[in-house]
């Protein structure tokens, strides 16, 4: 990643970041989501499962408390080009997607296509080493031995339970918006802008961190939080207020980086440790002192506001990121007010 530019005027830096974000394809790949959405969401009708407003794990009322299934697939030209990376990042996403919704993981599974059987053994060892760092076993699968050799595709699903759930949502105006990244990492995958933080860490440390998501939600300090997904940390924050039937006021001074990044490059890194996070401001202070016990940057990096419009601040300039009046990230809202 390049240093930062102290030479770049504030409006400047702002409207670049603006224009990254809108066209950076971790955010445009999500749009076809509406097409998809409106047509299965009518399946919701069977069943038992709570309504899901873009939500990283679907919820299903269980016992005493609720089962959340999520699954994701991995890019294709990270298995082709980092097949090792991309097995450890297919547990990393499941786990995170689980976590995120202040559940625990329970087991997962996958569907793993590819000819080449070095390849495929580099895959497999990748996902074992996903599964060993964050303990959590891989229950089964399918494995499809045929694929071409430049068509590998790989999914994983995983299952969990919480007893109190994070939605994605449930934001509310007059919330603050947190932000918990780990800053000490590196950059990650060469194929995607990705900030990899579980590299050199000890199992029992990267659990630590990931149940500080349990403790919020069971405690009910929130009960709104997103992982930070491909999208990055200002995509991942604007599909939460979308899903939410709302907007944000984010200040790009607050948010917390490494030294030496731009905030340019910072804002649309896929994090192995990041978490969005909409909080009433009197649990604020007991949220950011769980993080940081941990060795966890958390901070207030704006606040959820009425109108369904994401505008960034930077150095007294303010502009719109999405006007969710007018167009569409995921296409899926709640509305608070119906």
């Known amino acids: 990643m390049p240093p930062a530019n102290p030479t770049d005027a504030p409006a400047d830096q ?9 066209c950076y394809p971790g955010v445009l790949r999500k749009k076809p989501i509406q097409d998809v959405y409106d047509i299965l969401s009518q399946t919701h009708c069977y069943g038992s499962p709570l309504p899901n407003f873009g939500d990283d794990a679907a919820v299903v009322p269980w016992h005493d408390g609720f089962l959340l299934l999520a699954a994701d697939g991995m890019m294709t030209r990270l298995l082709v080009a980092e097949p090792y990376a991309a097995g450890k990042a297919a547990v990393m996403v499941t786990v995170n997607d689980i976590y995120a919704m202040g559940g ?5 599974v996958n ?3 590819s000819g080449n059987a070095q390849q495929r ?7 074992a080493k996903g599964c060993q760092k964050l303990q959590v076993p891989m229950l089964g699968g399918h494995t499809h031995p045929e694929a071409p050799e430049d068509q590998p595709a790989l999914s994983v699903a995983v299952l969990g339970h919480a007893h109190q759930l994070l939605r994605s949502h449930l934001a509310a105006s ?3 918006l947190l932000l918990a990244v780990d800053l000490d990492g590196q950059p990650g995958c060469r194929s995607v802008i990705s900030w990899d933080a579980n590299s050199g860490k000890q199992p029992a440390q990267l659990r630590e961190r990931l149940e500080v998501m349990v403790t919020v939600a069971e405690r009910q300090w929130a009960v709104a ?16 207020a979308e899903n939410s039937g709302r907007g944000a006021v984010i200040d790009l001074e607050a948010i917390p980086r490494p030294h030496g990044l731009r905030i340019l490059q910072w804002v649309l890194c896929f994090q192995s440790y990041g978490f969005i996070l909409s909080i009433p401001p009197h649990h604020t202070p007991d949220v950011v002192a769980l993080f ?20 960034l601040c930077l150095s007294g300039h303010q502009k719109t990121l999405f006007d969710f009046r007018k167009e569409a990230i995921t296409g899926i809202r709640y509305s608070p007010r119906s």
């Open 225 to 240: 939080a997103k992982d930070v997904s491909n999208a990055g940390i200002l995509g991942t924050a604007a599909i939460m």
């Open 14 to 22: 702002l409207r670049a970041v603006i224009d990254q974000v809108r």
């Open 292 to 311: 940081e016990e941990r060795n966890i940057a958390a901070r207030v990096i704006g606040r959820i506001v009425e109108e369904p419009v994401v505008e």
């Open 121 to 127: 053994a580099q895959i497999v060892a990748g996902i």
């Open 111 to 113: 569907v793993l296509a």
């Open 104 to 108: 625990r993981p329970i087991g997962l």
């Open 174 to 176: 007059g919330d603050d």
